[in-house]
Every structure is written in structure tokens, then in C-alpha cells.
């Protein structure tokens, strides 16, 4: 059976778990039936039926006729291409029709698990006009090493605070942050403070609030300072 990290990854491809479980099972073993999966996975026939339904209808499985009915898996690479091009159609198209977008809030919002901490980073990266200062640990900084390499070869400044981490273009203050803890900051405007430790308890604050962002300014502009000395 595959590993829970490819089941996570199947689900995020629109499979439920158990639809990824089975999925995963055909992509091991080929050709089989509906017997046969359950037999392997040791789900029950009424709920492998479902789901091998499902999944044809998704384009992860072909239908083989004959004396009784046997499944064969789309290969991966194509499954995966198929549902990334599909969601691009689609996103074009929520793009072209949802109402547009309107100025975004600049209240205080929480970030929850880190998924979703990471993916706002890279947004904020993706937005940064002028300048970005971070302080994290070097295992959080080499996450978003590509995003920041862009930065600087389009003529961002980044500033970054953390340990054991070297970037050509970038300012780096050699500190030692507290684990997990993230301080983040793009173009004076907006802040994303917490901590990312890969935990979905992981939490942070967002906000374009000004007196956040220049509390958290003060903080690290003190911090570079002793560094300095």
C-alpha cells in the first residue's frame, strides 16, 4: 500500500482517501477487479465499488470489458497532467467571470496549519514590489530559496535574519531564531508573524495593519542593529 505522504498527495489531486488508497493499489498492481482491490485493501465490496465509480469518473481509471469487469489505472504522469490542465480551464475561467476583486482588508487575520502558511508566504513573495525582511531559521529560509533568487535578480531588496543560510544579492544577518518562529515583513506594507514548525497546529497573524507592521519593523530594525555591533 502507498505511503500516507502519496495518499495526502493523491488527495490533493481530487481523490478522497479512499479513492487515493484504491487508486494507489491499481497503480501497484495493474489490471484488476473490484474483488481483487478488496481483497488487498480490505475495503468492503459495496464501498470498493463506489469508489472505483468515482474514480473512473474522475480519469483515473479505464473500464476493461469482458466476463467480468476488470479496472485498469490511467498512468500517473498522465492522470495528474490531465486534472492540472483541467483545473487551469477552470481557473481561467473563475478568473474571467468571478466578480472582481476587491481592495483586500487590512485587519488582522490568522493563518491556520502550515500548508496554508506556506502558501501565503509564497503570495507574498509573488506580490513584493520593493523590499522584504525576514527572520526564520534557515531550514524555513531554503523553503522559498527560488522565490527569493527571483527577487533579487528583478532588483528586490532582501534583508534576511536567520542561521547557517548564504544567498548571493541578499543582506543576511547571522542570528539564531527561536525554532519554528517566523517575522516577516514586504514592502513596509504588510506582516506575516507566528510560528512554522510543519505542524497543522502551526499559526500566524497576517495584517497590513500600519501599527503592526511598524511594531514588527522597530523589532527587527533593533535586532539588526545589535547585530551590527
Known sequence: MADSTTIDILADFGLTRQEAVIYSEFISHGEMTGYEVGKETGISRSNVYSSISSLVEKGAL??????????????????TKNRIEELTRKALYLKKHCPKKIKAADGYITIQGEKNIRNKIREML?????????????????????????????????????????????????????????????????????????????????????????????????????LDK
Open 62 to 79: 479505464y473500464v476493461v470489458q469482458g466476463e467480468s469487469s476488470k479496472y485498469t489505472p490511467v498512468e500517473i504522469n498522465q492522470f
Open 126 to 226: 509573488e506580490k513584493t514590489e520593493f523590499r522584504l525582511y525576514i527572520m526564520a531559521s534557515a531550514d524555513i529560509v531554503r523553503e522559498f530559496e527560488e522565490d527569493l533568487k527571483k527577487l533579487i535578480e528583478t532588483g528586490k531588496k532582501v534583508v534576511i535574519l536567520t542561521d547557517d543560510f548564504k544567498l548571493k544579492g541578499a543582506k543576511i544577518y547571522e542570528t539564531k531564531p527561536e525554532n519554528g518562529q517566523l517575522r516577516f515583513i514586504t514592502d513596509s506594507a504588510y506582516v506575516l508573524t507566528g510560528e512554522l514548525t510543519g505542524s497543522e497546529h502551526d499559526s500566524c497573524l497576517y495584517s497590513g495593519q500600519q501599527n503592526l507592521v511598524a511594531v514588527m519593523k522597530e523589532a527587527l530594525k533593533n535586532k539588526i542593529i545589535l
